[in-house]
């Protein structure tokens, strides 16, 4: 976890990136300024430039972008929102196992944790890079196999404590959620059933968003999409 970024991705030496851990970027402090919010078509936000850059179907322009950035906090001592950050991991995990992310992440959990169907991500490019930090497509009761495997079946592939280290929060960010390790994590107790817990929640940039309440041996799966979609 504390691994600079620069040792995968050792094109980011003369970047802002230098200066980051892998630990950062899973957490989204890594200090670098990212606007995730006012996205627009050509327009002049992080996001905005993210996109254009996926758009543009060039395998460097994601790289070029990241490689942009400029900082304007020091490294692990705020969050902030950044699907670059995210980006940059998945390329990190391609450049680590010597596998796609994709294939990666079918071996290791997809396949084990028996998912019905195929599940989707955009590249950048064609035959280019996983975006990473979204875009990401399944069935909802394949995102509900998702939860259950990490309660029954993480410990297979990740060490001994890992996932209760993942959810622990770590950094609020605008929207008083937080992040541990790509768990964006509300901390405030609800009442689900009448069960005290907390909620886990991942968010795709549309606006739907799926909650996995964790209590006990089980998940509280719950998902908002429109009318239409493949459950």
């Avoid at 606007?35 to 322009?61: H, K, L, P």
């Avoid at 950048?124 to 979204?134: K, M």
């Avoid at 196999?145 to 410990?155: I, K």
Wanted: hydrophobic share 40%; proline share 4%; glycine share 8%.
């Amino acid at each position: 976890m504390q691994d600079p970024v620069t040792e995968y991705l050792p094109e980011l030496r003369k970047t802002v990136y230098n200066d980051n851990t892998l630990q950062q970027l899973l957490q989204m402090s890594s200090g670098v300024r990212w606007d995730e919010s006012t996205y627009t078509v050509s327009g002049n936000s992080e996001i905005s430039q993210y996109f254009e850059a996926f758009n543009s179907g060039r395998r460097v322009a994601m790289m070029d972008l990241m490689k942009s950035m400029v900082r304007i906090a020091p490294p692990g001592v705020k969050g902030n929102h950044n699907t670059g950050d995210y980006f940059l991991l998945a390329k990190i995990m391609s450049r680590a196992t010597h596998k796609t992310t994709t294939d990666y992440f079918s071996e290791k959990i997809w396949k084990p944790a028996g998912m019905e169907r195929d599940g989707y991500w955009l590249l950048d490019a064609p035959d280019g890079q996983e975006l990473g930090g979204t875009s990401f497509s399944a069935t909802l009761r394949d995102f509900g196999r998702l939860g259950q495997f990490f309660l029954d079946d993480a410990a297979l592939i990740v060490p001994k404590g890992w996932f209760k280290e993942a959810v622990v929060p770590a950094f609020a960010l605008d929207d008083d959620f937080y992040y541990g390790y790509g768990w964006k994590t509300d901390v405030r107790p609800i009442t689900i059933l009448r069960i005290q817990c907390c909620r886990l929640v991942t968010a795709a940039s549309t606006g739907r968003s799926f909650t996995l309440i964790r209590q006990g041996k089980w998940w509280l799966f719950n998902g908002s999409v429109p009318s239409g979609w493949l459950l």
